[in-house]
């Protein structure tokens, strides 16, 4: 029950990306067009709020790697979105951008932290 949010958000991305790659935009896809950095603002939010939710659907799982001690659903998150961001370059109508990335990138960290931050807030409050 706990994955549904997040697999529901998660489809929700997947349909963005198809439209976007097939060239059919949604309303809101051509004002976030037509916002400075609207772009860079999605892609933070959606694939932040993504791994904000996986994060808290695993429970805040690590992993850790010799010395690394990684969070799970940053990997995850950040793994489908560097991959989406290749795939644009199959695509005319697509562009690949590292800057996209980055917003990718500062997103995930943020959200994971603002879930874990929050999750040790609420339980402490809780007892």
């Known amino acids: 029950m706990r994955y549904i949010p997040s697999l529901l958000f998660f489809a929700f991305i997947c349909f963005i990306i198809v439209m976007a790659d097939t060239n059919h935009k949604l309303g809101l896809m051509k004002i976030i067009e037509g916002v400075p950095f609207g772009d ?23 992993l850790k790697i010799r010395t690394l001690d990684i969070n799970m659903a940053g990997v995850i998150v950040l793994t489908f979105a560097v991959a989406e961001e290749f795939t644009q370059l199959a695509f005319a109508t697509r562009t690949f951008e ?24 609420i339980t402490k409050e809780s007892r």
């Open 40 to 62: 860079k603002v999605g892609h933070f939010m959606l694939f932040g709020f993504l791994a904000g939710l996986i994060n808290v659907a695993l429970k805040f799982r690590r």
């Open 98 to 121: 590292l800057a996209d990335m980055l917003s990718d990138v500062l997103g995930v960290w943020s959200f994971v932290f603002l879930s874990e931050w929050m999750w040790r807030r």
